[in-house]
């Protein structure tokens, strides 16, 4: 097999990335050691926000946010997006006191996206909100999507731009020569000019491969899904300080996450589901919301994915390597970036350069240095 570009990795960013790289007139080979979206991105709540979002983060982020509200003009499908809004809320002063200091720090730098609102707006979004809630940062633009329709979306699109996708395919060996790679794979050998590092939670593993090791953690954040309950909230809400995200979907059940960590098989191949943990996100719900108290709970999961030291991603060319591109590391809050990372790294296999700023996600920060010969 040959192809311009081999993008390892079947999850979403692996998708946006060969989709966008491929109607650019790139040939595209994406191989995926599983099956496309198995883990991060088909676990995740698939949370839609500007919200909170690191400094570095907002102009990725922002970009996302605007092909989110216009996502069928990219793969034809608008992915169950829900432009419910986001609600991160402070239950104390303190809370609320970083939260009006956040805002603040954003508009000073012109950013408008977030705004804080007092108790009595609070409660008018949210009217079975605790009455202990203060206040909040509130983001009218931002929502949630459908994770499984989104992997679908991409999927088709990128099919339907000429990408080839080998699914159960796991690479095994990475070879650089002077103009391109030989990647040995569990279904033969691929020869690519260029490849791009979207591994998710086994990244380190295909960096190292490819000369270029990297220091890396997997994150195993777990979900809930309960029964359907009449309906109490619209926007997302999180909690500031707290493990906890929180929604209604259409049908009526809540799923709640934000972050609470499952059980790292000894392997690293899977993650199981942590029930003492995942009881603090539970009680951290019922607290914002008393009358969830002694819903049934339904389907409980917990995903894999790449977690950073500082929580940034890595995006941007390997600086050891050749003709290598990283683009994992998004430490739980990558699904609302998907279009907009999948375009920067596009530019990057087409043009060599993007016109937004990455240093912030360089792969020298989480770099193992080479032993001394």
């Known amino acids: 097999m040959k192809a311009d570009l081999l993008v390892i990795g079947g999850g979403l960013h692996g998708l946006s990335v060969a989709l966008q790289s491929a109607r650019r007139g790139v040939s595209v080979i994406l191989v995926e050691r599983h099956f496309l ?34 996502m069928t003009d990219l793969v034809g499908d608008d992915c169950g997006f829900n432009a419910c809004g986001q609600l991160q809320v ?27 609102i007092g108790s009595n707006e609070l409660h008018s979004l949210v009217p079975d909100l605790a009455r202990h809630c203060l ?9 949630s999507a459908d994770p499984h329709r989104t992997i679908g979306a991409f ?9 080839q996708i080998v699914e159960k395919c796991l690479v095994t060996g990475l070879v650089r020569h002077s103009t391109h790679w030989l990647a040995q794979t569990s279904k033969g050998v691929i020869e690519a000019g ?16 490819a000369g270029d090791p990297v220091h890396q953690a997997i994150r195993t954040s777990m979900m809930v899904v309960t029964e359907r309950t009449s309906a109490r909230v619209k926007p997302v809400v999180s909690s500031l300080g707290q493990k906890l995200s929180f929604k209604q979907t259409a049908q009526g059940t809540l799923v709640i996450g934000g972050g609470s960590q499952g059980k790292l098989a000894p392997d690293r191949q899977s993650a199981s589901v942590d029930m003492v943990a995942l009881a603090a996100s ?18 409980t999961w917990a995903g894999m994915e790449a977690m950073t030291p500082d929580h940034l991603p890595v995006i941007g060319f390997s600086h050891r390597v050749d003709g290598l591109i990283h683009a994992f590391g ?13 375009r920067a790294v596009a530019d990057l296999v087409c043009q060599g350069s993007t016109n937004l700023d990455l240093s912030a996600f360089d792969v020298t920060r989480i770099a193992i240095e080479r032993a001394a010969a």
Not at 135 to 143: C, F, L, N, Q, Y
Not at 155 to 163: N, P, Q, S, T
Not at 282 to 299: H, K, Q, S, T, Y
């Open 90 to 116: 402070a239950e104390d002063e303190t809370a609320l006191a970083k939260i009006r200091d956040r805002v603040s720090r954003l508009e000073a730098q012109g950013f408008t996206h977030e705004r804080l």
């Open 330 to 342: 998004f430490s739980g809050h990558g699904f609302q970036l998907v279009p907009s990372v999948g």
């Open 155 to 163: 999927r088709d699109a990128a099919i339907a731009a000429g990408v």
């Open 194 to 209: 260029l490849i791009v590092n979207a591994g998710g939670a086994w990244a380190d593993q295909v960096a190292a491969l």
């Open 37 to 70: 979206g198995r883990h991060a991105s088909g676990a995740t709540a698939a949370g839609v926000r500007t919200l909170g979002r690191h400094p570095a983060e907002l102009p990725l982020s922002l970009e996302a946010a605007a092909t989110w509200h216009a």
């Open 282 to 299: 539970v009680g951290a719900a019922v607290r914002l919301f008393p009358a969830v108290e002694g819903i049934r709970i339904v389907r």
């Open 135 to 143: 206040g909040a940062a509130w983001t009218v633009d931002d929502g």
